[in-house]
């Protein structure tokens, strides 16, 4: 049976874009132009794209081919974690778009917010975690709080990695906030816990002091 998604859509969060949802061929064989990608080429898909990902340069052509691969396979939904999966991939090709920056942060949270829903019901969810590589709900939430980092906002991007525990990037978010003070208060507080080598380096840019940079490199090792 199919499973719904909250797949956003360009006209979504655009109003009067030029861009297209998806390319528009002019001229397209009878035998493709509705052809629906079953749950195993979806699979194959979202797991070519991975080894894309690991073996090419993060560059536009690239993004565009992942854009191409997974519009094919948004037709329709048939396991929520392997439709989730290609809406992550898309994601993650458009987040350096200005165009389409906004969606891919809304699409991002969206599957965040999906994962405590109580359908469907985790075994439908996790017969292909495997195959298609899916991200831990934190490794999603991670990737939101970079993508809005990279966006510019700063203190969204801080408040999720204080929910995360990532206490360098925390650091890092207060002082480029400038708030200085903060950042330096929170890094002696988590120091005091114990030594952590990315503390130790967030504690170095922020203080400019060498002794906070060589500290890490001989508790890292």
């Given at each position: 049976?199919?499973?719904?998604?909250?797949?956003?859509?360009?006209?979504?969060?655009?109003?009067?874009?030029?861009?297209?949802?998806?390319?528009?061929?002019?001229v397209?064989?009878e035998?493709?132009?509705?052809?629906?990608?079953?749950?195993?080429?979806?699979?194959?898909?979202?797991?070519?794209?991975?080894e894309?990902?690991?073996?090419?340069?993060?560059?536009?052509?690239?993004?565009?081919?992942i854009?191409?691969?997974?519009?094919?396979?948004?037709s329709?939904?048939?396991?929520?974690?392997?439709?989730?999966?290609?809406?992550?991939?898309?994601?993650?090709?458009?987040?350096?778009?200005?165009?389409?920056?906004?969606?891919?942060?809304?699409?991002?949270?969206?599957?965040c917010?999906?994962?405590?829903?109580?359908?469907?019901?985790?075994?439908?969810?996790?017969?292909?975690?495997?195959?298609?590589?899916?991200?831990?709900?934190?490794?999603?939430?991670?990737?939101?709080?970079?993508?809005?980092?990279?966006?510019?906002?700063?203190?969204?991007?801080?408040?999720i990695?204080?929910?995360?525990?990532?206490?360098?990037?925390?650091?890092?978010?207060?002082?480029?906030?400038?708030?200085?003070?903060?950042?330096?208060?929170?890094?002696?507080?988590?120091?005091?816990?114990?030594?952590?080598?990315?503390?130790?380096?967030a504690?170095g840019?922020l203080?400019?002091?060498?002794?906070?940079?060589?500290?890490?490199?001989?508790?890292?090792?």
């Amino acid at each position: 049976r199919p499973v719904h998604h909250q797949n956003l859509k360009i006209d979504d969060v655009l109003f009067d874009s030029h861009l297209l949802e998806k390319p528009l061929i002019h001229v397209e064989e009878e035998n493709f132009k509705d052809y629906k990608v079953c749950i195993y080429d979806q699979i194959y898909v979202a797991a070519l794209l991975n080894e894309y990902k690991k073996s090419f340069a993060d560059e536009e052509l690239l993004r565009e081919e992942i854009k191409a691969f997974t519009t094919k396979c948004f037709s329709t939904s048939f396991n929520w974690l392997v439709f989730s999966k290609l809406l992550i991939h898309r994601s993650l090709a458009e987040d350096k778009n200005s165009k389409t920056v906004e969606r891919a942060l809304l699409q991002i949270k969206s599957i965040c917010d999906q994962h405590n829903d109580r359908e469907p019901i985790p075994f439908e969810r996790s017969i292909y975690a495997f195959c298609t590589d899916y991200p831990y709900i934190w490794a999603n939430k991670r990737k939101y709080a970079d993508m809005w980092m990279n966006f510019g906002s700063t203190m969204t991007a801080f408040d999720i990695y204080n929910e995360l525990e990532i206490w360098d990037e925390a650091i890092t978010c207060l002082f480029i906030a400038g708030k200085t003070q903060k950042a330096k208060d929170l890094a002696f507080e988590k120091l005091k816990q114990g030594p952590d080598p990315a503390i130790l380096v967030a504690l170095g840019e922020l203080t400019k002091e060498e002794k906070y940079f060589k500290e890490a490199l001989e508790i890292s090792n």
